[in-house]
């Protein structure tokens, strides 16, 4: 019965969004919507979870002094401290003014957005040693692959005068024929995965998610 | 001097007139336009209004032919505008304007009640096209045209195509299940990226580290993201079985409840229980960088033997699987974000590239029945390529209704 009834009610929906597709009627529409919403419900909820399992596993590492548990303290800091700045000293449960709250807006905005923007810069630098391991030129694949980023890479170079018309044609074949054309093919390979998985998992076949082969 | 001072002062000015000049030009050619623009131009003709096809309601679908002074005759009409009413006496309302040449407009009204354009269904409505010249007071009406309704349909036939394809990949799908079942050999291909994983475990094992093994960006109802709960649970039943640590931190809640759920099962069925712990699967963050830099610390703090990124990746991919490579960890890739997969094949000793990814549950298990799903994947997959080199034949030839049983409308 615990398995019977998730599977029973993956297929009923699952065969229910495939209909959806090809119904456009409003009703079709609207319960769709209503479906989707619980995703949303649910997702709240589970952030509840979520949340505990931040505080369980931090605090674990507090409790008993593990390796690095310093870190976990800070997590803590600064869950509880945006919690309280968030509902405005804990006074507005029910409305987000708290979303305007001095400390809050001042944690976030020049402690929050500026890691997160060090983080996302930093794939710059990631970019140069992968492209650095990329277009070592070990075989015949990886030559081809050096002088195909080149031209693409120089394209817009604007010293390259009269060579510059034809880097720019060739890499644009490059990037519009063969690029292209692989891209396709994986894009139609991930299209009848996606199909086959979602068969598998409507079918009952697939039951990974629900914890069990 | 003051002569050079004047014929420069006349030659900086210059520019500024020559505009001027050029916008006067064409007022002595418009005069005739001007005077064929009061003249009332002729209506639209061919006023025809129907329900909007394949929609969920409140959409008429207008079309007419074009006046006869639009771009001809007296060349005067300036575009036109669309009005409705609920009764043939009026009173219209105007509904949309459309350029000059515009043969049909769409009238598609809002579907929630509490919408200003809010248009009901069901509802009888009439149409004219009025024509309009620059003088907004000298216009032609058409004929008036209705009772029109709009409604709902209960079936988008612009989607037939993709019906033939979704019955003909199920029906596919079950031949290969039922011959797998029925005990027939299917001959699977290779997965590198796979037969790794189980070597990846060893490694991990004689190193005494963990494996870290992360399930991306997506959400539970990601397919990629369901692909990779059932690789999780393969990798996290060997695990169990080799006594390796597994580390498993997540970016939704939902997906982190799932995951758990998998690993705890798989830990089960490999007969150690106990050593499952919930804090091996955990919450981290749901902004993207924050979670980025918490998996990277746990990466360069914890220094896993292997590195397993099965799911949905974004402009995190890179940074994350760089610093695997930093750390020294034998990487294993998957997704089916087609804008990530070259970071993954740079940074990662493995990747699986798009579909492998859907395919390696399959792979992993052996199991009849998902083997016979990967081999429907593999028949359509022929089909696809026979049906592009058929395509390209009739549409270098002109041949253009091989193209249109394809086409999807929306």
């Known amino acids: 019965m615990k398995r019977q009834v998730p599977l029973a009610l993956v297929f009923i929906f699952g065969i229910f969004m495939i209909i959806q597709y090809f119904v456009p009627h409003e009703s079709s529409e609207w319960v769709f919507e209503f479906l989707l919403d619980w995703i949303y419900i649910i997702g709240i909820f589970a952030l509840a979870l979520g949340i505990w399992s931040l505080i369980r596993v931090s605090w674990e590492k507090i409790r008993y002094r593990k390796e690095n548990w310093q870190y976990a303290a800070v997590t803590l800091l600064g869950l509880f401290f945006m919690i309280f700045f968030g509902f405005d000293y804990f006074r507005n449960f029910f409305n987000a003014t708290g979303l305007q709250n001095f400390m809050f807006r001042h944690f976030f905005d020049y402690i929050m957005i500026p890691i997160q923007a060090t983080m996302f810069s930093l794939l710059a630098f990631f970019i140069a040693s992968a492209a650095y391991r990329a277009f070592r030129a070990r075989s015949l694949l990886a030559t081809l692959l050096l002088i195909a980023a080149l031209i693409v890479m120089l394209r817009f170079n604007p010293y390259l005068g009269p060579l510059g018309d034809y880097m720019e044609k060739t890499a644009s074949w490059l990037l519009n024929v063969p690029n292209l054309a692989a891209k396709r093919a994986i894009i139609v390979g991930i299209g009848l995965g996606i199909v086959a998985t979602a068969l598998k998992v409507i079918l009952g076949i697939e039951r990974a998610y629900l914890g069990k082969d | ?410």
């Open chain 2, 1 to 410: 001097m003051k002569h050079k001072l004047l014929i420069g002062c006349c030659l900086l000015l210059l520019p500024l007139l020559a505009p001027a000049w050029a916008q006067e030009a064409p007022v002595a050619d418009t005069t005739t336009d001007s005077t064929a623009a009061m003249q009332a131009p002729a209506p639209v003709t061919d006023l025809t209004a129907r329900d909007k096809e394949n929609d969920h309601g409140h959409g008429i679908v207008l079309e007419w032919t074009p006046s006869v002074d639009d771009d001809g005759g007296l060349n005067n009409v300036f575009g036109y505008v669309i009005q409705r009413a609920e009764s043939p006496d009026g009173p219209f309302e105007e509904r949309g304007r459309v350029p000059i040449g515009a043969g049909g407009y769409d009238d598609i009204g809002s579907k929630e009640r509490e919408s200003d354009g809010f248009m009901p269904d069901y509802v009888d409505y009439y149409y004219l096209v009025r024509t309009l010249t620059v003088d907004e007071a000298v216009y032609t009406d058409s004929d008036i045209i209705g009772p029109v309704q709009s409604y709902g349909q209960w079936f988008n036939t612009g989607r037939i195509p993709v019906l033939f394809f979704v019955i003909g990949f199920m029906i596919l799908t079950m031949y290969f299940i039922t011959k797998a079942r029925g005990g027939a050999k299917l001959f699977v291909r290779r997965l590198a990226g796979i037969e790794a994983v189980d070597e990846a475990i060893g490694r991990a094992t004689e190193m005494g580290k963990p494996i870290l093994y992360v399930l991306g960006l997506g959400t539970a109802s990601d397919i990629a993201t369901i692909a990779s709960f059932t690789i999780l649970g393969r990798v996290a039943k060997k695990v169990a079985e080799y006594q390796t640590g597994l580390i498993v931190p997540c970016y939704d809640p939902i997906v982190m409840t799932v995951a758990q759920e998998t690993v705890r099962t798989s830990y089960m069925d490999a007969g150690r229980p106990d050593s499952y712990s919930d804090d091996m699967v955990y919450f981290v963050t749901q902004s993207q960088f924050a979670y980025v830099a918490a998996v990277n610390g746990t990466m360069l703090r914890e220094l896993p033997a292997t590195n397993i990124y099965m799911g949905k990746f974004f402009a995190e991919s890179l940074i994350l699987a760089e610093t695997g490579a930093l750390a020294g960890s034998i990487q294993i890739s998957g997704t089916d974000e087609i804008a990530q997969i070259p970071f993954f094949v740079v940074a990662c000793d493995y990747t699986l590239i798009g579909e492998e990814l859907y395919a390696a549950s399959a792979y992993l298990g052996r199991e009849p029945v998902l083997l016979g799903s990967l081999k429907a994947q593999d028949y359509a997959k022929a089909a696809v390529i026979i049906l592009a080199v058929i395509g390209f034949i009739t549409i270098n030839f002109d041949w253009g209704g091989f193209k249109q049983l394809f086409q999807v409308l929306d």
